[in-house]
């Protein structure tokens, strides 16, 4: 099936990647080849065949509820992007993260 | 420095050397260092260094051997793959996205290696979150083959890769998602080992596609990833997936001999695509092989050519959702310039990641949005089964299948970098491996002439199945044995950055 720039503007934006017209012409033509390769698998007759969705077939263990971890806020908010906007602060105040607001 | 000898020793020699107290492993670190400072400008292994860390170590080493509480892996100088956290250690999986992180706990890879007293000497460049197959699309830059600076060692462990063949240190850790332990052990000529999915943990190493991504060793020889494995593998109930095995020791069958051992030859893996340098170099092993005693089936993996359409569906699917967590809100990149969230979200993502990982994150975007599931995820997930039934069929003929672990030598940097087809087909020996979940090694095999240059390595694959690690290293090691591929190391020329 073929991709339209529009597809590739489309998906952009469900993966929340800003995309300029320059780069989605290239992405096109990129992913077009891949979705190419991809078609192969529609030559297969795949009826009744049970999907592997893993490398083992595993029942997901169950642990006690019981406090494993402890609480690493001030190690991980270290790590904290640049505010930006002008500020070069950590985007963090009060042991939260700061967003752009969200709600008016 | 005297230590040329010294840096291809074995892990069995070093841990011999240090327990006899000939050398201090603050004198074989330092000497590791040594040849990183010297070589390290031109390769582009290591992306991050910390002296002082790493010494450390080293000393904490020396103090346990002198207790005399020393294990085998105590006071060895190990490389790290930088898509392991390390507690205080940059940690960027070869991304501007993570750039700047530094890792506020430990991997249970370097865990283990911490509690068997090993030292980690540094973090080793990749294919930017190892989407790869020859270490270019490292927001760090690329990394020199050893063997010949103008060509790629393969990816995405290229760094790894790199450090293992041009001796910058003991032996190294990897992760193979596709290939990305075995293509560059072929392309480099040292033994790497993916383990069977869920026998090392993954917790702490950062996800690409979490039910296929499995750490394992990168070695000078089958031993050594015997004795990396017996740190390495293990029960860690952090990771969902993990394993609960007893403990092996991967050592133990190292010594058993090969008379009556099954080979099985699958059609599919000497096919058009090939090379002939290549697949000569593969005749060879396994002339040598029938030479130990082991005899030789024909059998077939029909789906074999459909594993790259799969992967490049379940693997970006995969992906696409692992890497949504980087949105530059709490780590990781966020653009200096933005409105509002959705516009910080996507300014963030496409500076942070580079042109490879978007473009997966954008097949796996598409192939998982609504109307194309059934048709790309769930289909791909079908074949995958037949893929995986392929070997449970051969596996009833054989007790090991071989073939190459890459369809060439190293290729020239920049020849394969705008055409992600071509690049893709770099791991069409490895990936069903992962698929099924199997184990799977390349050995060094021999080298194949190239047109314009030195004649280069060629790995041997051996896959073995579920949980046989052990037999696959004594397969490896008995070849070794008898041949001498594993211990040759590159003459490195003093060539600048």
Known sequence: MALSIEDIKKVAHLARIEINENDANATLNKLSGILALIEQMQAVDTSGIVPMSHAQDLSQRLRDDVVSKTNLRDEFQKNAPILGNGSQELAVAGGLYLVPKVIE | MANNELSNGSLKGYAQLLQSKQISSLELTQAFLQRIK?????????????????????????????????????????????????????????????????????????????????????????????????????YFGGVKNPWSYDRVPGGSSGGSAAAVAARLCAAATGTDTGGSIRQPASLCGFTGLKPTYGVVSRFGMIAFASSLDQAGPMAKSAEDCALMMNVMAGFDERDSTSLDRAKEDYCRDLAKPLAGLKIGLPKEFFAEGLSAEVGQVIENAIAEYKKLGAEIVNISLPNTGLSIPVYYVLAPAEASSNLSRYDGVRYGHRAAEYTDLMDMYCKSRAEGFGAEVKRRILIGTYVLSAGYYDAYYLKAQQIRRLIAQDFVEAFKQCDVIMGPAAPSTAFKAGEKVDDPVAMYLQDIYTISTNLAGLPGMSVPAGFAPSQDGPALPVGLQIIGNYFDEARMLNVAHQYQQVTDWHTLAPNLPEGKA
Not at chain 2, 87 to 110: Q, R
Request: aromatic content about 8%.
């Open chain 2, 38 to 138: 010297q070589y390290n400008p031109c390769i582009n292994a290591y992306i991050a260094l910390d002296e002082d860390k790493t010494l450390a170590q080293a000393r904490a080493a020396d103090a346990r051997i002198a207790a005399g509480s020393a294990a085998p892996l105590t006071g060895i100088p190990i490389a790290q793959k930088d898509i392991f956290c390390a507690e205080g250690w940059p940690t960027t999986c070869g991304s501007k996205m993570l750039a700047n992180f530094v890792a506020p706990y430990d991997a249970h890879v370097i865990s283990q290696f911490n509690a068997a007293g090993a030292v980690n000497l540094g973090k080793t460049n990749m294919d930017e979150f190892a989407m790869g197959s020859s270490n270019e699309t490292s």
